[in-house]
Protein backbone atom coordinates (compact mmCIF):
# COMPACT_ATOMS: atom_id res chain seq x y z
CA UNK A 1 0.00 0.00 0.00
CA UNK A 2 2.99 2.45 0.73
CA UNK A 3 4.49 1.21 -2.51
CA UNK A 4 1.59 2.49 -3.99
CA UNK A 5 1.39 5.97 -2.06
CA UNK A 6 5.01 6.66 -2.66
CA UNK A 7 4.40 5.57 -6.24
CA UNK A 8 1.77 8.22 -7.19
CA UNK A 9 3.62 11.09 -5.26
CA UNK A 10 6.84 10.29 -6.79
CA UNK A 11 4.71 10.46 -10.65
CA UNK A 12 2.28 12.63 -9.29
CA UNK A 13 2.07 13.79 -13.15
CA UNK A 14 1.04 10.52 -14.52
CA UNK A 15 -0.89 9.04 -11.69
CA UNK A 16 -3.05 12.28 -11.67
CA UNK A 17 -3.34 11.57 -15.51
CA UNK A 18 -4.29 8.03 -14.89
CA UNK A 19 -7.00 8.71 -12.52
CA UNK A 20 -8.54 11.52 -14.58
CA UNK A 21 -8.18 9.72 -17.71
CA UNK A 22 -9.78 6.01 -16.32
CA UNK A 23 -12.62 8.45 -14.56
CA UNK A 24 -13.30 9.74 -18.02
CA UNK A 25 -13.20 6.17 -19.40
CA UNK A 26 -15.30 4.70 -17.44
CA UNK A 27 -18.12 7.53 -17.25
CA UNK A 28 -17.70 7.03 -21.36
CA UNK A 29 -17.82 2.84 -20.91
CA UNK A 30 -21.17 3.42 -18.53
CA UNK A 31 -24.47 2.72 -20.01
CA UNK A 32 -26.67 5.30 -21.00
CA UNK A 33 -28.51 5.16 -18.05
CA UNK A 34 -25.65 5.29 -15.54
CA UNK A 35 -24.40 8.20 -17.56
CA UNK A 36 -27.74 10.18 -16.97
CA UNK A 37 -27.49 8.96 -12.67
CA UNK A 38 -23.96 10.06 -12.70
CA UNK A 39 -24.76 13.34 -15.03
CA UNK A 40 -27.70 14.40 -12.65
CA UNK A 41 -25.43 14.08 -9.23
CA UNK A 42 -22.52 15.98 -10.69
CA UNK A 43 -25.05 18.70 -11.63
CA UNK A 44 -26.79 18.50 -7.91
CA UNK A 45 -23.49 18.71 -6.29
CA UNK A 46 -21.12 20.21 -8.34
CA UNK A 47 -23.38 23.10 -10.19
CA UNK A 48 -25.78 23.66 -7.99
CA UNK A 49 -24.45 26.80 -6.30
CA UNK A 50 -23.82 27.78 -9.70
CA UNK A 51 -27.30 27.08 -10.84
CA UNK A 52 -28.74 28.71 -7.80
CA UNK A 53 -26.45 32.26 -7.70
CA UNK A 54 -28.04 32.74 -11.35
CA UNK A 55 -31.71 32.07 -10.02
CA UNK A 56 -31.06 34.65 -7.77
CA UNK A 57 -29.29 37.15 -9.98
CA UNK A 58 -32.36 36.07 -13.03
CA UNK A 59 -35.59 36.75 -9.97
CA UNK A 60 -33.46 40.01 -8.76
CA UNK A 61 -33.64 40.84 -12.55
CA UNK A 62 -37.21 40.18 -12.44
CA UNK A 63 -38.29 41.52 -9.39
CA UNK A 64 -36.33 44.83 -10.88
CA UNK A 65 -38.40 44.26 -13.70
CA UNK A 66 -41.25 44.33 -12.29
CA UNK A 67 -40.36 47.30 -9.95
CA UNK A 68 -40.63 49.31 -13.13
CA UNK A 69 -43.83 47.74 -14.46
CA UNK A 70 -45.25 48.72 -11.38
CA UNK A 71 -44.23 52.29 -11.30
CA UNK A 72 -45.10 52.84 -14.69
CA UNK A 73 -48.20 50.96 -14.18
CA UNK A 74 -48.23 53.33 -11.02
CA UNK A 75 -47.51 56.67 -12.32
CA UNK A 76 -50.22 56.05 -15.13
CA UNK A 77 -52.69 55.13 -12.66
CA UNK A 78 -52.05 58.71 -10.70
CA UNK A 79 -52.61 60.18 -14.08
CA UNK A 80 -56.02 58.52 -14.83
CA UNK A 81 -56.88 59.44 -10.83
CA UNK A 82 -55.83 62.73 -11.97
CA UNK A 83 -57.99 63.45 -14.64
CA UNK A 84 -60.81 61.30 -13.14
CA UNK A 85 -61.22 63.62 -10.59
CA UNK A 86 -60.50 67.22 -13.40
CA UNK A 87 -63.74 65.96 -15.12
CA UNK A 88 -65.19 65.55 -12.53
CA UNK A 89 -64.64 69.24 -10.96
CA UNK A 90 -65.48 69.89 -14.94
CA UNK A 91 -68.77 68.17 -14.40
CA UNK A 92 -69.68 70.09 -11.49
CA UNK A 93 -68.76 73.55 -12.67
CA UNK A 94 -70.38 72.14 -16.51
CA UNK A 95 -73.62 71.53 -14.00
CA UNK A 96 -73.52 74.57 -12.59
CA UNK A 97 -73.26 76.55 -15.57
CA UNK A 98 -75.69 74.27 -17.25
CA UNK A 99 -78.48 75.76 -14.22
CA UNK A 100 -77.47 79.10 -14.80
CA UNK A 101 -78.02 79.16 -18.37
CA UNK A 102 -81.79 77.60 -17.41
CA UNK A 103 -82.07 81.06 -14.81
CA UNK A 104 -80.68 83.11 -17.81
CA UNK A 105 -83.26 84.58 -20.67
CA UNK A 106 -80.40 85.47 -23.12
CA UNK A 107 -78.93 82.96 -25.23
CA UNK A 108 -75.70 81.82 -23.51
CA UNK A 109 -72.71 79.89 -25.91
CA UNK A 110 -71.18 77.81 -23.20
CA UNK A 111 -66.98 78.12 -24.42
CA UNK A 112 -63.76 76.93 -23.14
CA UNK A 113 -60.77 79.32 -22.09
CA UNK A 114 -58.15 77.53 -24.65
CA UNK A 115 -55.41 80.36 -24.36
CA UNK A 116 -54.80 83.11 -21.63
CA UNK A 117 -52.25 86.45 -21.83
CA UNK A 118 -49.44 84.60 -20.42
CA UNK A 119 -48.50 88.28 -18.81
CA UNK A 120 -48.17 88.22 -15.19
CA UNK A 121 -51.59 89.73 -14.87
CA UNK A 122 -53.54 88.07 -18.13
CA UNK A 123 -55.87 90.63 -19.86
CA UNK A 124 -57.49 88.70 -22.18
CA UNK A 125 -57.99 85.51 -22.76
CA UNK A 126 -59.14 83.32 -25.94
CA UNK A 127 -62.25 81.31 -26.26
CA UNK A 128 -62.63 78.19 -28.37
CA UNK A 129 -66.31 80.22 -29.94
CA UNK A 130 -66.22 82.18 -33.09
CA UNK A 131 -67.95 84.03 -35.68
CA UNK A 132 -68.95 80.43 -36.89
CA UNK A 133 -70.66 80.25 -33.74
CA UNK A 134 -72.55 83.63 -34.06
CA UNK A 135 -70.00 85.34 -32.12
CA UNK A 136 -70.20 89.48 -32.60
CA UNK A 137 -67.79 91.90 -31.23
CA UNK A 138 -68.74 93.39 -27.55
CA UNK A 139 -70.56 90.28 -26.94
CA UNK A 140 -70.50 89.91 -22.83
CA UNK A 141 -68.72 87.05 -21.30
CA UNK A 142 -69.76 85.81 -17.90
CA UNK A 143 -68.20 83.17 -16.06
CA UNK A 144 -70.86 80.69 -13.16
CA UNK A 145 -69.75 83.61 -10.68
CA UNK A 146 -70.64 86.96 -12.36
CA UNK A 147 -69.21 89.42 -15.32
CA UNK A 148 -65.50 88.11 -17.08
CA UNK A 149 -65.53 90.70 -20.04
CA UNK A 150 -66.18 91.29 -23.15
CA UNK A 151 -65.22 89.95 -26.64
CA UNK A 152 -63.40 92.28 -28.56
CA UNK A 153 -62.01 90.56 -31.60
CA UNK A 154 -63.68 87.57 -33.74
CA UNK A 155 -62.05 85.18 -35.74
CA UNK A 156 -63.66 81.50 -37.37
CA UNK A 157 -63.64 79.47 -34.79
CA UNK A 158 -62.17 81.61 -31.64
CA UNK A 159 -62.58 84.60 -30.03
CA UNK A 160 -60.83 87.75 -27.99
CA UNK A 161 -61.87 88.51 -24.56
CA UNK A 162 -61.26 91.44 -22.77
CA UNK A 163 -60.82 90.95 -19.10
CA UNK A 164 -62.26 93.20 -16.79
CA UNK A 165 -58.67 92.59 -15.54
CA UNK A 166 -57.39 94.97 -18.45
CA UNK A 167 -57.35 98.46 -17.21
CA UNK A 168 -58.73 99.78 -20.14
CA UNK A 169 -61.44 97.78 -20.11
CA UNK A 170 -64.05 99.82 -17.63
CA UNK A 171 -67.95 98.39 -17.09
CA UNK A 172 -70.71 100.80 -14.85
CA UNK A 173 -72.16 98.61 -12.47
CA UNK A 174 -74.24 99.63 -9.75
CA UNK A 175 -74.75 98.83 -5.68
CA UNK A 176 -76.91 96.23 -5.74
CA UNK A 177 -78.66 97.39 -2.26
CA UNK A 178 -78.61 101.24 -3.27
CA UNK A 179 -78.37 101.50 -6.92
CA UNK A 180 -75.85 103.85 -6.89
CA UNK A 181 -73.68 103.88 -10.30
CA UNK A 182 -70.20 104.05 -10.77
CA UNK A 183 -67.52 102.73 -13.11
CA UNK A 184 -65.07 99.12 -11.88
CA UNK A 185 -62.09 100.66 -12.99
CA UNK A 186 -58.43 99.05 -12.26
CA UNK A 187 -54.56 100.47 -13.06
CA UNK A 188 -52.85 97.31 -12.58
CA UNK A 189 -55.52 94.73 -12.96
CA UNK A 190 -55.00 93.56 -9.29
CA UNK A 191 -57.22 96.22 -7.80
CA UNK A 192 -60.69 96.85 -8.68
CA UNK A 193 -62.14 100.02 -7.44
CA UNK A 194 -64.72 102.74 -7.55
CA UNK A 195 -65.24 106.31 -7.48
CA UNK A 196 -68.56 107.05 -5.80
CA UNK A 197 -69.82 110.73 -5.15
CA UNK A 198 -68.88 111.22 -1.56
CA UNK A 199 -72.84 111.24 -0.15
CA UNK A 200 -73.18 108.02 -2.01
CA UNK A 201 -74.38 105.08 0.56
CA UNK A 202 -71.96 102.58 -0.22
CA UNK A 203 -70.74 100.14 2.55
CA UNK A 204 -68.38 97.35 3.21
CA UNK A 205 -70.17 94.05 2.16
CA UNK A 206 -72.38 95.30 -0.54
CA UNK A 207 -72.65 93.63 -3.76
CA UNK A 208 -71.71 95.19 -7.09
CA UNK A 209 -73.72 94.49 -10.45
CA UNK A 210 -73.94 95.37 -14.44
CA UNK A 211 -76.08 98.64 -14.18
CA UNK A 212 -76.83 97.93 -17.78
CA UNK A 213 -75.69 101.41 -18.46
CA UNK A 214 -72.87 100.69 -20.95
CA UNK A 215 -74.66 99.32 -23.82
CA UNK A 216 -72.57 96.09 -23.75
CA UNK A 217 -73.21 94.38 -20.22
CA UNK A 218 -76.78 93.49 -19.65
CA UNK A 219 -78.13 94.66 -16.47
CA UNK A 220 -77.87 92.41 -13.19
CA UNK A 221 -74.61 90.39 -13.70
CA UNK A 222 -73.22 90.07 -10.69
CA UNK A 223 -69.64 91.50 -10.38
CA UNK A 224 -67.73 91.89 -6.99
CA UNK A 225 -68.24 93.25 -3.40
CA UNK A 226 -67.01 96.03 -1.99
CA UNK A 227 -63.98 95.28 0.37
CA UNK A 228 -63.35 98.35 1.59
CA UNK A 229 -64.42 102.32 2.08
CA UNK A 230 -61.73 104.95 1.70
CA UNK A 231 -62.79 108.40 3.38
CA UNK A 232 -60.55 110.94 2.43
CA UNK A 233 -60.05 114.63 2.50
CA UNK A 234 -61.80 114.73 -1.14
CA UNK A 235 -65.00 116.25 -0.81
CA UNK A 236 -66.45 115.17 -4.12
CA UNK A 237 -65.67 111.56 -4.50
CA UNK A 238 -65.18 108.44 -2.00
CA UNK A 239 -62.84 105.79 -3.21
CA UNK A 240 -64.38 102.46 -3.19
CA UNK A 241 -61.89 99.15 -2.97
CA UNK A 242 -63.72 95.98 -5.03
CA UNK A 243 -62.75 92.04 -5.00
CA UNK A 244 -64.19 91.06 -8.37
CA UNK A 245 -66.74 87.74 -8.32
CA UNK A 246 -64.29 85.49 -10.91
CA UNK A 247 -61.24 84.69 -10.06
CA UNK A 248 -59.33 85.31 -13.46
CA UNK A 249 -56.24 83.25 -13.02
CA UNK A 250 -58.35 79.91 -12.92
CA UNK A 251 -61.43 81.13 -15.38
CA UNK A 252 -61.50 77.42 -17.25
CA UNK A 253 -65.17 77.54 -18.83
CA UNK A 254 -66.88 80.50 -19.68
CA UNK A 255 -70.55 81.58 -21.45
CA UNK A 256 -71.13 84.05 -23.84
CA UNK A 257 -74.07 85.97 -23.83
CA UNK A 258 -75.51 85.93 -27.31
CA UNK A 259 -77.01 89.96 -27.53
CA UNK A 260 -75.73 92.71 -29.56
CA UNK A 261 -74.90 95.96 -27.89
CA UNK A 262 -78.03 97.93 -26.64
CA UNK A 263 -76.61 100.87 -28.72
CA UNK A 264 -76.15 98.77 -32.32
CA UNK A 265 -79.65 100.32 -33.14
CA UNK A 266 -78.63 103.89 -32.73
CA UNK A 267 -75.21 102.85 -34.37
CA UNK A 268 -76.04 104.87 -37.96
CA UNK A 269 -77.01 107.41 -35.65
CA UNK A 270 -74.21 107.58 -33.54
CA UNK A 271 -71.86 107.41 -36.32
CA UNK A 272 -73.27 110.07 -38.85
CA UNK A 273 -72.84 111.84 -35.10
CA UNK A 274 -69.10 110.81 -35.22
CA UNK A 275 -68.63 111.86 -38.76
CA UNK A 276 -70.22 115.36 -37.82
CA UNK A 277 -67.27 116.16 -35.51
CA UNK B 1 -1.91 33.21 -4.68
CA UNK B 2 -5.76 33.53 -4.04
CA UNK B 3 -6.34 36.03 -6.11
CA UNK B 4 -4.50 34.11 -9.25
CA UNK B 5 -7.11 31.61 -8.41
CA UNK B 6 -9.92 33.82 -8.28
CA UNK B 7 -8.32 35.40 -11.45
CA UNK B 8 -8.33 32.05 -13.07
CA UNK B 9 -11.87 30.72 -12.12
CA UNK B 10 -13.73 34.47 -13.45
CA UNK B 11 -11.30 33.85 -16.79
CA UNK B 12 -12.96 30.19 -16.98
CA UNK B 13 -16.51 31.42 -15.87
CA UNK B 14 -16.67 34.16 -18.47
CA UNK B 15 -15.09 32.13 -21.31
CA UNK B 16 -17.61 29.10 -20.42
CA UNK B 17 -20.67 32.12 -20.78
CA UNK B 18 -19.57 33.70 -23.64
CA UNK B 19 -19.22 29.85 -25.48
CA UNK B 20 -22.64 29.50 -24.86
CA UNK B 21 -23.86 33.19 -25.52
CA UNK B 22 -21.41 35.27 -27.68
CA UNK B 23 -19.75 32.92 -29.45
CA UNK B 24 -22.29 31.93 -32.03
CA UNK B 25 -22.76 35.19 -33.11
CA UNK B 26 -19.56 35.42 -34.28
CA UNK B 27 -19.39 32.37 -35.63
CA UNK B 28 -18.38 32.17 -39.76
CA UNK B 29 -19.50 29.96 -41.60
CA UNK B 30 -20.27 27.98 -39.10
CA UNK B 31 -16.78 27.94 -37.22
CA UNK B 32 -16.96 29.33 -33.99
CA UNK B 33 -13.60 29.84 -32.03
CA UNK B 34 -13.17 27.58 -29.38
CA UNK B 35 -12.35 30.13 -26.02
CA UNK B 36 -12.27 27.32 -23.52
CA UNK B 37 -9.62 25.79 -24.93
CA UNK B 38 -7.34 29.19 -25.79
CA UNK B 39 -7.85 29.67 -21.82
CA UNK B 40 -7.07 26.12 -20.81
CA UNK B 41 -3.87 26.68 -22.93
CA UNK B 42 -3.17 30.16 -21.61
CA UNK B 43 -3.40 28.65 -17.76
CA UNK B 44 -1.70 25.25 -18.19
CA UNK B 45 1.41 26.84 -20.56
CA UNK B 46 1.81 29.04 -16.79
CA UNK B 47 1.07 26.67 -14.36
CA UNK B 48 2.22 23.11 -15.97
CA UNK B 49 0.67 20.03 -16.42
CA UNK B 50 -0.75 18.99 -13.12
CA UNK B 51 -2.53 21.84 -12.82
CA UNK B 52 -3.73 21.49 -16.40
CA UNK B 53 -4.49 18.08 -16.12
CA UNK B 54 -6.77 18.86 -13.20
CA UNK B 55 -8.23 21.67 -14.46
CA UNK B 56 -9.40 20.24 -18.41
CA UNK B 57 -10.49 17.10 -16.63
CA UNK B 58 -12.87 19.87 -14.66
CA UNK B 59 -13.64 21.92 -17.64
CA UNK B 60 -14.60 19.23 -19.87
CA UNK B 61 -16.50 17.54 -16.94
CA UNK B 62 -18.54 20.79 -17.05
CA UNK B 63 -18.54 20.62 -20.57
CA UNK B 64 -20.08 17.44 -20.78
CA UNK B 65 -22.88 17.92 -17.90
CA UNK B 66 -23.42 21.41 -20.30
CA UNK B 67 -24.16 20.35 -23.62
CA UNK B 68 -25.84 17.13 -24.24
CA UNK B 69 -22.94 14.50 -25.44
CA UNK B 70 -21.28 11.56 -24.29
CA UNK B 71 -20.56 11.77 -20.28
CA UNK B 72 -16.23 12.09 -20.03
CA UNK B 73 -15.87 12.76 -23.68
CA UNK B 74 -15.03 16.54 -23.18
CA UNK B 75 -13.26 15.35 -19.87
CA UNK B 76 -11.38 12.55 -21.24
CA UNK B 77 -9.95 14.88 -24.34
CA UNK B 78 -9.71 18.07 -22.05
CA UNK B 79 -7.70 16.39 -19.60
CA UNK B 80 -4.67 14.89 -22.02
CA UNK B 81 -5.33 18.14 -23.75
CA UNK B 82 -4.38 20.05 -20.51
CA UNK B 83 -1.42 17.74 -19.88
CA UNK B 84 -0.34 17.90 -23.21
CA UNK B 85 0.22 21.73 -22.71
CA UNK B 86 1.42 21.62 -19.47
CA UNK B 87 4.31 19.78 -20.93
CA UNK B 88 5.38 23.34 -22.19
CA UNK B 89 5.56 25.06 -19.50
CA UNK B 90 6.76 28.27 -19.57
CA UNK B 91 9.17 27.38 -16.41
CA UNK B 92 10.85 25.58 -18.43
CA UNK B 93 11.10 27.24 -21.89
CA UNK B 94 10.38 30.45 -22.88
CA UNK B 95 8.12 30.83 -25.96
CA UNK B 96 7.15 33.76 -28.33
CA UNK B 97 3.69 34.09 -29.64
CA UNK B 98 4.88 32.60 -32.83
CA UNK B 99 5.37 29.76 -31.17
CA UNK B 100 2.85 29.87 -28.74
CA UNK B 101 0.42 29.63 -31.77
CA UNK B 102 1.96 27.00 -33.24
CA UNK B 103 1.69 25.29 -30.52
CA UNK B 104 -2.14 26.03 -29.81
CA UNK B 105 -2.87 24.94 -33.76
CA UNK B 106 -1.26 21.37 -32.49
CA UNK B 107 -3.18 21.58 -29.14
CA UNK B 108 -6.38 22.01 -30.83
CA UNK B 109 -5.65 18.64 -33.19
CA UNK B 110 -4.61 16.84 -30.47
CA UNK B 111 -7.82 17.61 -28.75
CA UNK B 112 -9.88 17.02 -31.59
CA UNK B 113 -8.15 14.05 -32.42
CA UNK B 114 -9.08 12.41 -29.02
CA UNK B 115 -12.39 13.36 -28.89
CA UNK B 116 -13.20 11.77 -32.40
CA UNK B 117 -11.30 9.00 -31.92
CA UNK B 118 -13.72 8.53 -28.72
CA UNK B 119 -16.69 9.21 -30.63
CA UNK B 120 -14.90 6.29 -33.17
CA UNK B 121 -14.43 3.90 -30.54
CA UNK B 122 -18.33 4.49 -28.36
CA UNK B 123 -20.79 5.46 -31.20
CA UNK B 124 -19.16 3.65 -33.97
CA UNK B 125 -18.30 6.74 -36.35
CA UNK B 126 -15.89 5.39 -39.44
CA UNK B 127 -12.20 6.11 -38.76
CA UNK B 128 -12.36 8.76 -41.82
CA UNK B 129 -14.70 11.15 -39.68
CA UNK B 130 -11.52 11.60 -37.69
CA UNK B 131 -9.30 12.22 -40.66
CA UNK B 132 -12.29 14.21 -42.36
CA UNK B 133 -13.20 16.22 -38.88
CA UNK B 134 -9.28 17.00 -38.62
CA UNK B 135 -8.88 18.72 -41.66
CA UNK B 136 -12.81 20.47 -42.32
CA UNK B 137 -13.39 21.17 -38.51
CA UNK B 138 -10.54 21.54 -36.98
CA UNK B 139 -8.35 23.22 -38.90
CA UNK B 140 -11.05 26.32 -39.22
CA UNK B 141 -11.83 26.56 -36.02
CA UNK B 142 -7.59 26.33 -34.42
CA UNK B 143 -7.36 29.01 -36.56
CA UNK B 144 -10.43 31.16 -35.84
CA UNK B 145 -9.51 30.51 -31.89
CA UNK B 146 -5.78 31.37 -32.51
CA UNK B 147 -6.62 34.88 -34.36
CA UNK B 148 -8.63 35.40 -31.16
CA UNK B 149 -5.81 34.52 -28.76
CA UNK B 150 -4.18 37.02 -31.13
CA UNK B 151 -6.02 39.56 -28.86
CA UNK B 152 -4.41 38.50 -25.55
CA UNK B 153 -0.96 39.00 -26.94
CA UNK B 154 -1.96 42.64 -28.32
CA UNK B 155 -3.35 43.27 -24.83
CA UNK B 156 -0.31 41.98 -23.25
CA UNK B 157 2.07 44.17 -25.45
CA UNK B 158 -0.15 47.47 -24.96
CA UNK B 159 1.64 49.81 -22.69
CA UNK B 160 0.56 49.05 -18.63
CA UNK B 161 -0.13 52.39 -15.70
CA UNK B 162 3.35 51.92 -13.46
CA UNK B 163 3.38 52.24 -10.37
CA UNK B 164 5.27 54.57 -8.43
CA UNK B 165 7.00 54.14 -5.18
Known amino acids: ?277 | MMSDVAKWVIAFMVSLILQTSFVPVISIAGVKPDLLIVVLFFFSIKYGVLPGIFVGFVLGLGQDLYSPSLLGQNAFAKTITGAFIGLFNERMMRTDPLVKNVLLLMVFIVHDAIFLIVQVVTIGDPVSTVFSGLFFHTLPRALYSIAVAALFYVWEMLPKPTVRR
Open chain 1, 1 to 277: MQWIIRFFVSHLNMSSLLVTSVASILMLSSTQVQQQRIARVLTISVFYPFQFYFNQTARIKNIYAENRRLKEEIALLSVKAAQTVENSRENERLAQMLGISKQFSFTLVPARVVVRDPSFVSRSAIVNVGGSDGILPSMPVMTGRGVAGKIVLVMGHMSLVQLLVDPANRTSVMIGRTREVGILETTDGNDFFIMFRAHADVAVGDTLVTSGLGGIYPKGLLAGTVTKLEENRDPIFKKASVKPEVNFDRMEEVFVIKMSPQWAAFKSELDSLENAK
